[in-house]
């Protein structure tokens, strides 16, 4: 089933108020997820003015995965869909635009939960080719930026997702955020690498006041490491290496 694209659905800004709006039906479980995680489409708009393809017949899918299907983490609070808002939330706050538009719903069939854009992507493409392919590398510099900032816990290869238009996308922050140090990434390509000047006047930005759209999604002493994170990296100016504490990559890789 083909995803969001630029080429033929409606503009980013477009999608995410459709995303916060319009009523949603499940169409199916996606597979190999630890989480309860569902394809969904949005209905078209009842007023008849168009809907997410722009053509008023096919509907707009997005992935909802329900606080209902979480499985409980003991070092993870419950709530791990508030963690992919404000992911998507962080990221847009940096003006970096890596995750899909994604939003709080609570009226989904299975109760609460996020409800991400599915973008068109092609799958046979993740982060180990992309960065192997190479033209990438502004991208997956700010990709590993972010994950640093957001403590990722979980950056998988495959989490990297290639669009149409070239464009590369972040997806599943679930693990995100901990105030504890828990960065587990594939992305270490980069370590004491200089961080790009653009890079660290938007993390400075965020060092000196988080935004209330990422703060209303987490606890305050998560707030206080994420922008302690953004602080620091901004001071040492390059990307950290694995600090031996404990694995720094994610199983599987892919």
């Known amino acids: 089933m083909s995803g ?7 503009g980013l800004e477009s999608a995410h108020e459709q995303l916060e709006t319009r009523p949603f039906t499940v169409v199916g479980r996606l597979p190999w997820s630890s989480n309860l995680t569902f394809l969904v489409a949005l209905d078209p708009d009842p007023g008849g003015d168009g809907d997410a393809a ?4 096919a509907p707009l899918h997005a992935v909802y995965k329900p606080a209902s299907g979480e499985q409980s983490l003991w070092d993870f609070p419950d ?4 963690r992919e808002v404000a992911a998507f939330e962080l990221s847009e706050s940096l003006g970096w635009g890596l995750v899909p ?3 709080v719903r609570h009226d989904g069939e299975f109760g609460p939960g996020s409800l991400q854009l599915f973008v068109e992507a092609d799958y046979e493409e993740h982060y180990f080719t992309l960065f192997d392919e190479g033209g990438h590398e502004q991208a997956l510099t700010a990709m590993c930026a972010f ?3 957001a403590n990722n816990a979980d950056r998988k290869s495959g989490h990297v997702l290639k669009g149409p238009d070239g464009r590369l996308w972040g997806i599943d922050h679930g693990l995100c955020f ?3 140090h828990k960065l587990r990434t594939v992305i270490w390509d980069f370590a004491d690498d200089t961080v790009p000047a653009g890079l660290l006047e938007d993390l400075g930005r965020l060092a000196d006041r988080l935004p209330e759209r990422v703060s209303a999604l987490l606890s305050e002493r998560e707030c206080a490491a994420l922008t302690e994170r953004a602080r620091h990296l901004v001071v040492t100016g390059t990307f ?3 600090t031996g504490d404990r694995p720094p990559y994610p199983w599987p890789l892919v």
């Open 79 to 82: 709530g791990l869909y508030r």
């Open 54 to 57: 722009g053509d008023g017949t």
């Open 240 to 242: 950290p290496e694995p």
């Open 178 to 180: 901990h105030h504890q």
């Open 101 to 103: 538009p994604t939003v």
């Open 4 to 10: 969001w694209s630029p080429v033929d659905g409606p």
């Open 147 to 149: 994950d640093v900032v």
